[in-house]
């Protein structure tokens, strides 16, 4: 990353692959689809064939729905959940006929029938953030925060991808202190989830609160399986500070302990990877002024 600050530009570089939680790719559909464009292609055929057998069976006409709209077979999706609904008339496809219509980029038609499932369903978190989506493809942004908010509200225990979604929706709206509270929100609800912990990191140092950011890392430090990446996150945020001699000292504490680790964890590609970018940081910081600088407010 590039450091600005009083004394010139300093870059430097910060790995957070190995601090990022993983968060649930979906959660919007009980069908698991795990197949590259090939296998999706092979079993849309294979389901082809069950629903000849079996012409009457709704279910498998949404499963080969979803595998055609994970294909991009746009028209083909909605054609099987309108045979699916056809079928069966209990089965209100509405929400995932909408979806195909937002991912196929049409999103005005997607509104008219996200609006309609809503009419019915006014509580449904799932066709809320789907339909906060498509009011952001459509500009209409106040309406789509307000869906953003209801389908948090609406959610006991929120996906993280949700969280993480809303907030950062706000965050480029220039709503930071709202992704603040969102983010909060989520780790209130689901703990400290280091993609949280990592996007209000962000936020902080993005309104020069320099000090929330640094206590947050601390705490990450002390409670994380691994300490070390939040080690390098600490002393990249001094040097952010222009406080280069603690930066200066935090990577050579970084450093410093990773030499000391056990050999088989010490050359591990990750600790190997962050003890050469300690080096290199440290090295980076070595012509920068000792002199403290004052603190930035929040």
Not at 108 to 137: C, E, Q
Not at 142 to 148: H, M, N, P, T
Request: neutral net charge; charged residues 25%; hydrophobic residues 40%.
């Amino acid at each position: 990353m590039y450091l600005g600050c009083n004394y010139g530009r300093l870059k430097l570089k910060f790995n957070r692959s190995s601090i990022r939680c993983v968060c649930l790719a979906t959660w919007f559909f009980p069908i698991c689809i795990g197949f590259s464009h090939g296998d999706v292609q092979e079993r849309i055929v294979a389901l082809t064939a069950e629903i000849d057998a079996a012409p009457r069976d709704a279910r498998l006409l949404l499963e080969r729905a979803e595998l055609r709209r994970e294909h991009e077979e746009w028209t083909a999706a909605l054609g099987d959940y309108d045979a699916a609904s056809k079928l069966d008339p209990s089965l209100d496809t509405g929400l995932l006929r909408g979806r195909v219509l937002l991912e196929s980029n049409h999103a005005d038609g997607s509104l008219v029938i996200l609006n309609r499932f809503l009419y019915r369903h006014p509580a449904d978190p799932r066709a809320l953030t789907w339909r906060a989506r498509v009011l952001m493809k459509l500009g209409r942004e106040s309406e789509a925060f307000s869906d953003y908010r209801e389908a948090l509200k609406q959610t006991y225990l929120p996906e993280p991808d949700l969280v993480i979604e809303s907030a950062d929706a706000f965050a480029a709206r220039g709503c930071g202190a709202e992704a603040v509270r969102v983010l909060e929100g989520g780790i209130g609800k689901l703990g400290q989830i280091p993609a949280f912990v990592l996007k209000l990191i962000d936020l902080e140092i993005a309104a020069k609160d320099f000090n929330a950011a640094l206590g947050r890392v601390e705490a990450m430090r002390q409670s994380a399986p691994r300490p070390e990446p939040w080690m390098a996150r600490r002393a990249s945020i001094l040097a952010q500070q222009c406080r280069f001699r603690e930066s200066r000292a935090a990577w050579q504490e970084l450093i410093e302990y990773l030499a000391a680790l056990p050999p088989a964890e010490r050359g591990s590609h990750s600790m190997s990877t962050l003890s050469e970018e300690s080096r290199q940081a440290l090295a980076s910081l070595a012509s920068q002024p000792d002199r403290p600088q004052p603190l930035p407010g929040p």
